[in-house]
């Protein structure tokens, strides 16, 4: 399996379209060029934040890309993603507006048509059928260009976490509700990742997210942009590069057993990985989880009786909150309300919309913490 790493110590175009052509010719992607090629960019455009905050896919990653295609003769290109929230016009016009999008037109077109189609799996799968946004399911050829971060319920985001946002706007949580457990979920994305089948996956790793991704974490760069057509074999490589055990990635763990991922036949093209990589800060979520350090004989027996006493839950910092109501919207158990709180005297905390969490149904997706843009929301256990 052919993985391209090269090295871009900022972002500027004229660095970093040199390493995507170096990429792109290593992968014999020109070989799959032809006229008249229906080309899909799915980026990840998670929340309305500027390129430069280590949440999104820096817009002069996907332009490389883009002059890339023009050069080989494609003109039809579209960028298209359900973000968190809604999906809708003004939505997403807020989205690519804030997300740098708009200087990529008019070479590529920005999605407006938020439709869906329903796809049916392989035999086999858990997942009949998928829905997923239009442009995606319509595509010939899906390029996969996510950010490399670290989750608060994954643990690891990249190349299979990022098809999740092929899911339209809130059907999103949906999926959560239906698979809250952190096995099954994966198994979902796994699936999805099979039925959407990219043809090439870029990792945007010039910057990185570590802490509470894939939002509210902060910047680890890592100063590199990687490719590969095997998107789950890159997500083993990619973990490492963060020092992360990929093995405790429930996703990339799943996909080595299952054969997706053959971290065994990596070859390395381009540059070499650098000495002296740091590990990733991890999110509250997983800090918090110890039974990491229990003998697996033991960590079954021991969740079943403790399961209740160690979930995580989240925890609001009522100060922070401006009761924009973004959390209530994405939670897929319908837990969370927003209530008009009145201030009872002067030094107490200000009047105003405030979000209100019950812990009775919460399925700890974190979901709520991924879409809240004042990181109000902290990760606490109920022991
Ligand atoms: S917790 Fe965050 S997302 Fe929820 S209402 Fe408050 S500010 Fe908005
Ligand atoms: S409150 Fe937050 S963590 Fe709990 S189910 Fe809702 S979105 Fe998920």
Redesign the pocket.
Known sequence: MLQTLQYVPEYKEELIYPAICKSLDALGIADDMRPGLKVVIKPNLIIAKKPEFPATTHPLVIKAVVRWLREHGISDITLAESSGGLYNAEYMKNIYHVCGMRQLEPDVSLNMDFSAQTLSTRPGFANHSFHIITPVAKADYVINICKLKTHAMTGYSGGIKNLFGVIPGLEKPQMHYRWPELSDFSRMLLELAQTVSPQLTIIDAIDAMEGNGPTGGTSHPLYMLLAARDLYTQDYFAAGLMKLNPMKIEMIRQAVESGLARPDEIELVGDPVPEGLTPFQLPDTKNLDFTDNLPGFLKKPFLFFAGRLLKSY?QLDREKCIGCGK?AE????H??RIVEKKSKNASSQKPGKKAV?GKKG???????QEMCPMKAISVKKAL
């Open positions: 989240p959390c994405s939670c897929p158990a837990v969370i969490f919460c399925i700890s997706c974190f979901c709520c």
